[in-house]
Every structure is written in structure tokens, then in C-alpha cells.
T-cell receptor
Framework: AQSVAQPEDQVNVAEGNPLTVKCTYSVSGNPYLFWYVQYPNRGLQFLLKYITGDNLVKGSYGFEAEFNKSQTSFHLKKPSALVSDSALYFCAVRDLHSGNTPLVFGKGTRLSVIA | NAGVTQTPKFQVLKTGQSMTLQCAQDMNHEYMSWYRQDPGMGLRLIHYSVGAGITDQGEVPNGYNVSRSTTEDFPLRLLSAAPSQTSVYFC?????????????FGPGTRLTVL
């Protein structure tokens, strides 16, 4: 079975500081990993994904994520946070060889960037 | 392309009423799914479909029905609404044949059951 854990319900960071939102996963095969962002009263927007290759994935709005197979982690990062980055962030996983099995989401981490 | 569209945006029901949440996509995506979002619970899958005429249950299917008569549309039906179904509902779609494809979400329907 596939699963995702986001260990922090809330992350607070000062504007201009680096930010990290943590995600760990569990799949039986090779993982296919996503990050999505949800702004207030909006749907989920795709940020970035990891399939294979370079462990550092770059995405939208200056975000990047680092895949670590030994630690089964896919943490979201940004070198310098903006107040506009404040939102709810979801990590998701699918087994790469599982055909049409659904995407499994974590419970979300609320990021608050303080000016 | 309009992407994934959902109607209505807001709905208030009384316990026992029925209604259908509409979802449509214009990207020719075979795979469509319905999620509900509740505080502290993240997104939970209700039902999904890998193509017209094919549907399957997700994590929380009880109280909901779906059908898929066309590639474009995937309505979610509540036959007898209960307060526990108060939630925000999201529809999503992607290409079915490629497991690496990105899943796209609609703007959501906020449902309150009194």
C-alpha cells in the first residue's frame, strides 16, 4: 500500500529565510512523487514532480524538492520565502509501476511566511 | 482549454436531500476522480474512473454514487445527504495510460449539510 506522511501541521518562517516542508513516503516499488499547493478558497495547483533522474527537482514559483531514496523523503524547499508563499502544501505519491492506482495525498502542511 | 470545471461552487442542503455535483474536463483525460477535503484529514479519495463506463471505489465511497457515460463528465451523486458529508469536494483528471502524468484539479465545491 502507498502512503505519505507530512509530519508538520504548520511551518512558520520569516520572509527572506529558507523554508522546508517535510514529506516521507512508502511504496512497494519505485515512487512517483508530487507537490501541490492550495491557496485559500482555491483548488490544488501542481508545483513539481519527481519520476526518475536528478534527485533535485525544480518547480514553479522558485520551489524545489529533493528526493532521498535511502530516507524515503521528498522535502520541499525554497531558498528565500515570500509572504505570498503562505498556503497549504500537499505531498502525494503513486507507485511508478502500479498502473492506474490513485494518487495518495498527505494531510497537508500549512506554511505561514511572516513579514 | 477550460481545464477541470466544477459546479456549483457552493451548496447548502438539508439532511436527506439529494444532489449531484458536476465535474467536466476538456483535456480528453481518461482518468477522473473525486476527493473530499476535511480539516486535518487532507484529501481522501471517494471514487475514480479510468474511462467511460468504468468506475471504482476509493477510500471513502459510502454515501456517494458516480457514473461515467462520457470521457468529459464525471458527476458525483449524494442520494441522501448527511451532516458528515459537509466538506469541500474536488474533482481531478489526468491521462490514464501514463502513470507519470500530472493530475489537474477543479476549483472545488463547498457543501454544507444542515
Amino acid at each position: 500500500a502507498q502512503s505519505v506522511a507530512q509530519p508538520e501541521d504548520q511551518v512558520n518562517v520569516a520572509e527572506g529565510n529558507p523554508l522546508t516542508v517535510k514529506c516521507t513516503y512508502s511504496v512497494s516499488g519505485n515512487p512517483y512523487l508530487f507537490w501541490y499547493v492550495q491557496y485559500p478558497n482555491r483548488g490544488l495547483q501542481f508545483l513539481l514532480k519527481y519520476i526518475t533522474g536528478d534527485n533535485l527537482v525544480k518547480g514553479s514559483y522558485g520551489f524545489e524538492a529533493e528526493f532521498n531514496k535511502s530516507q524515503t523523503s521528498f522535502h520541499l524547499k525554497k531558498p528565500s520565502a515570500l509572504v505570498s508563499d503562505s498556503a497549504l502544501y500537499f505531498c502525494a505519491v503513486r507507485d511508478l509501476h502500479s498502473g492506474n492506482t490513485p494518487l495518495v495525498f498527505g494531510k497537508g502542511t500549512r506554511l505561514s511566511v511572516i513579514a | 482549454n477550460a481545464g477541470v470545471t466544477q459546479t456549483p461552487k457552493f451548496q447548502v442542503l438539508k439532511t436527506g436531500q439529494s444532489m449531484t455535483l458536476q465535474c467536466a474536463q476538456d483535456m480528453n483525460h481518461e482518468y477522473m476522480s473525486w476527493y473530499r477535503q476535511d480539516p486535518g484529514m487532507g484529501l481522501r479519495l471517494i471514487h475514480y474512473s479510468v474511462g467511460a463506463g468504468i468506475t471504482d471505489q476509493g477510500e471513502v465511497p459510502n454515501g456517494y454514487n458516480v457514473s461515467r457515460s462520457t470521457t468529459e463528465d464525471f458527476p458525483l451523486r449524494l442520494l441522501s445527504a448527511a451532516p458528515s458529508q459537509t466538506s469541500v469536494y474536488f474533482c481531478a483528471s489526468r491521462l490514464a495510460g501514463q502513470t507519470t502524468d500530472t493530475q489537474y484539479f477543479g476549483p472545488g465545491t463547498r457543501l454544507t449539510v444542515l
